[in-house]
């Protein structure tokens, strides 16, 4: 059985390779996943020095017949652990590993790999105060650096890694499924070990040169345009809501009410917001109702859920080595001030990072990746931080690679129609075929965003 002989593999390498199995703490998947660690060395130059424990959930292929190279999936952020989305693989999402094993790694510095978690930044009681306040941000720095090399938690650290896992499981090939930040890594491995890739999926692509968050306030703005334009094409949007009218009223009295989030802090909740296309669907109520100065909807659709799964210590290390220090600043502070909002990420992030450890990479970081992989590429025309032009960019270097661009859709897709009958079997034949040509994407022109809200209802969480 399928199930057996990936046991037996494992525990045949066990001895050799550094795998240590382990019983699965999540409850839900215990009975069917395979749980267990690698040790990799924290500096690779002083691979006698510090060790990470690297946190690995394995769900195996269904199918009792031999299967095909197993699906690494890459979660973004960066920041996310890929383990969360064992549930996901193991209900809904089963049908991913009909064939083939689902590989789920936290990155390091996340989930259970030794992560940089900041308790100062993630209290859901600062939720709207202002991003990256530096007082909590030093005294994370060093909370984490007695334990933790920080410079040493960026792409290039998690691209040896990925390897260090694929090796050390047995693996020839992998597949690669990667979401935001993780398409970084992604390209970056294709780059590195191109051999070992068999096919890869890439979602809300981020190619190194995008140097986040350059991008995030003409993204948004771009996305918030489409969106007002969708609003007034839509008839009961359009009979409700003026949200030109309500951003510069927005704009001019949330300063004037007691308790309100600065204005900067607001219009970027709403930005997180548009990450969803069911989240976008919400913007011009929230709009309306904080123009007449009531900011409920505001509140309860952006309000955090239970506990962050983000390790803001990680997220640092890669944002400052990868993205402020490598971009012109004053120029993308420039292009920011011309939206609605303004360099705010850019200043709070490089004022944090003026304190934060950081270590330029290497030269070949922001090189294009060059590859004859088949890669599929998928945006959401709505993007508000991964914008479609990026993944274009992307593609140019790209010869096995086809570009998908969900009309109307976000950086991910909550919300949308059309997911389980028409995106989830396209990316399954893709990964059946590992061949662009056979990519049939003509439904995806059929899939529909959620209708706009137009009435205060309980709203859905936002994406953080």
């Known amino acids: 059985m399928a199930g057996f002989t990936f046991v037996s593999a494992l525990l045949a390498t066990a001895l050799h390779s550094g795998f240590h199995p382990r019983p699965c703490t999540d409850e839900r998947i215990a009975e069917i996943a395979r749980c267990g660690t690698i040790d990799v060395p924290e500096d690779r130059n002083l691979p006698e020095g510090r060790t990470i424990s690297l946190n690995i959930v394995v769900l195996p292929a269904l199918s009792d017949e031999p299967h095909d190279p197993p699906i690494f999936d890459i979660d973004g952020g960066p920041g996310l652990p890929s383990t969360k989305n064992a549930e996901f693989y193991a209900t809904f999402g089963s049908a991913y590993r009909a064939k083939r094993d689902i590989v789920l790694i936290d990155q390091r510095g996340t989930g259970s790999s030794n992560p940089l978690t900041c308790p100062e930044l993630s209290d859901p009681d600062n939720a709207y105060v202002p991003f990256l306040p530096v007082d909590a941000v030093e005294r994370c720095r060093r909370s984490l650096e007695v334990s933790a090399d920080l410079t040493k938690y960026g792409t290039a650290e998690a691209v040896a890694d990925l390897d260090d896992v694929r090796s050390a499981l047995g693996y020839e090939k992998l597949n690669i499924f990667a979401l935001s930040y993780g398409t970084t890594v992604a390209l970056r491995y294709m780059a590195t070990h191109p051999d070992r890739v068999r096919a890869a999926v890439l979602m809300g692509v981020s190619p190194a040169d995008a140097t986040p968050p350059r991008m995030h306030a003409p993204a948004g703005q771009s996305a918030l345009d ?36 600065p204005v900067e802090v607001f219009f970027e909740k709403l ?75 850019l200043r709070r992030q490089a004022e944090a990072c003026s304190i934060w450890p950081s270590q330029k990479p290497n030269e070949s970081h922001l090189l294009p990746v060059h590859s004859d992989v088949p890669v599929l590429l998928i945006s959401g025309e709505r993007d508000p931080v991964t914008p479609p032009v990026l993944a274009d960019n992307a593609a140019r270097t790209l010869t096995g690679a086809k570009h998908i661009v969900i009309p109307r859709s976000g950086h991910v897709f909550d919300g949308m129609s059309g997911i389980e009958e028409c995106l989830d079997p396209l990316i399954l034949d893709f990964f059946e075929a590992a061949m662009i040509e056979l990519v ?21 969480p936002s994406e953080q």
Do not use: H, W
């Open 226 to 261: 489409m969106l007002i334009e969708d609003c007034r094409a839509d008839t009961a949007c359009a009979a409700s809501f003026e949200p030109n009218e309500d951003i510069a009223l927005v704009r001019e009295n949330l300063p004037t009410i007691d308790g309100a989030p």
């Open 271 to 345: 930005r997180s917001l548009m990450y969803t296309p069911q989240g976008a669907r919400m913007v011009p109520l929230i709009l309306d109702r904080a123009a007449a100065r009531d900011l409920s909807p505001f509140y309860e659709a952006t309000r955090p859920r239970g506990p962050s799964l983000y390790a803001d210590g990680m997220f640092l290390s890669v944002i400052c080595s990868e993205g402020i220090s490598l971009m012109d600043l004053s120029a993308a502070r420039a292009e920011a001030a011309t939206t609605v909002f303004g360099d705010y990420r």
């Open 440 to 460: 049939d994407d003509k439904c995806v022109s059929q899939m529909k965003a959620p209708s706009f809200v137009t009435e205060v209802t309980t709203a859905s």
